[in-house]
């Protein structure tokens, strides 16, 4: 059974950093793409970041890039996002996501294109 649990969480002031973590079990990913979203209150989930193991290729989304980074300890079966100079509207809960979509063509970004889903972790930065 696959399952992804993610932790990290929590609240910063502006400017602050925060690491989220996401491990991953019952799942191999090494031909696959794993990816962090967030939804804020009455917001679309959007894509945060992805990294998919078979490309390569490493995703971010414009708001976030240079200040995000997204990698993976594979002894592990961990994905993690570093979260750097956090900003107000970095609130949001953040999910892990793990799929093959973005590996035939789909779109990083695209929640229906990975398959399995992490509980969520909530991250509040103050101003």
């Known amino acids: 059974q696959v399952q992804l649990v993610e932790s990290g969480g929590g609240s910063v002031q502006a400017g602050g950093s925060l690491r989220l973590s996401c491990a991953a079990s019952?799942?191999?990913?090494?031909?696959?793409?794993m990816g962090w979203f967030r939804q804020a209150p009455g917001k679309e989930r959007e894509g945060v970041a992805a990294f998919c193991t078979y490309s390569g290729i490493t995703y971010y989304a414009d708001s976030v890039k240079g200040r995000f980074t997204i990698s993976q300890d594979n002894a592990k079966n961990t994905v993690y996002l570093q979260m750097n100079s956090l900003k107000p509207e970095d609130t949001a809960m953040y999910y892990c996501a793990a799929g093959a979509g973005p590996s035939y063509g789909g779109s990083w970004y695209v929640p229906y294109e990975y398959n399995y889903w992490g509980q969520g972790t909530q991250v509040t930065v103050s101003s």
């Open positions: 019952g799942y191999t990913y090494s031909s696959n793409c």
